[in-house]
């Protein structure tokens, strides 16, 4: 039996991002690349080229259950695939690691971003994870347009069948899963702490408070794609700061590396 509170890294895909990354981080500081190159080598693609990873992860309950976070870029027609590398292969590496679909009893959405939503629905429109709850809070539904794809893929169907589960805040999903909420990427962003005990080491799911390994050399450092730069960046460093206290890894969603130090 999986000992409570194991964390497992599932990859879904590996890719190129659509921009080099010196676009996608410009006012980060020459030493911050540098850094970043000794923290995750694996992220230099050619020319400049920002290769990342699409990872979830899996955190092991009592009885054979699992809490999933993040549901990866999904099957070939999700809304990823505008521009990842589609379809993931999050199915199979959940086969490798021993997990049954239902087996998993909540799937925590860090956000709703379509590489972090996409396996909410299966190929043939079906919610992939038929016992689970949706975890998400409540200020990101509140703030995705509906007209976005995410909306129609993950929200309007896990609502239809009640699994969509909008929360308020810090929240304890179960004994030693907590979510954390670290807005700015999204407006409600949120992390998750993992309180293995038992002396184990605590993991922080970080999701995309920190998507390259310059934000971990240069926490300042800002991503063109965040909603609310400002926010991010102190969410970003709080969240360091509150693993450096714990002695906690991080768990990283798109760093090459699934388990990194905070610095």
Same mark, same amino acid.
């Given at each position: 039996m999986d000992r409570h509170g194991r964390v497992v890294a599932l990859l879904d895909a590996t890719g190129i991002f659509f921009e080099p990354a010196r676009t996608a981080f410009p006012g980060a500081s020459e030493a911050a690349w540098e850094r970043a190159g000794q923290l995750d080598p694996g992220a230099s693609g050619p020319d400049g080229a920002w290769r990342l990873d699409f990872r979830c992860f899996a955190i092991a309950r009592p009885g054979g259950r699992w809490v999933l976070v993040d549901a990866g870029i999904g099957p070939a027609r999700s809304p990823a =695939? /505008?521009? /990842? +590398? $589609? +379809? &993931?292969? #999050?199915? @199979? *590496? #959940? /086969? =490798? *690691? &021993?997990? =049954? +679909?239902? @087996?998993?009893? =909540? $799937? $925590?959405l860090t956000h709703l971003h379509e590489d972090h939503a996409g396996w909410s629905s299966g190929a043939g429109g079906e919610p992939l994870f038929p016992a689970a709850r949706y975890v998400v809070q409540r200020a990101e539904v509140a703030g995705l347009d509906r007209a976005d794809p995410v909306w129609d893929w993950t929200v309007a169907p896990l609502r239809a069948s009640g699994q969509l589960h909008e929360v308020a805040g810090t929240h304890r999903l179960a004994p030693g899963i907590t979510l954390l909420p670290t807005p700015g990427h999204t407006p409600g962003h949120q992390s998750v702490l993992v309180d293995r005990g038992d002396g184990a080491r605590d993991v922080v799911v970080t999701g995309d408070v920190l998507v390259h390994a310059v934000q971990l050399a240069e926490p300042a450092a800002a991503y063109s794609h965040e909603r609310d730069r400002d926010t991010a960046r102190a969410s970003r460093e709080d969240l360091l700061a509150r693993a450096r206290r714990r002695g906690a890894l991080l768990a990283t969603a798109h760093l090459t590396r699934a388990f990194v130090e905070p610095g």
């Open positions: =695939a /505008a521009w /990842a +590398p $589609v +379809p &993931g292969r #999050l199915p @199979d *590496a #959940l /086969a =490798a *690691a &021993g997990i =049954a +679909p239902a @087996d998993v009893e =909540a $799937v $925590v």
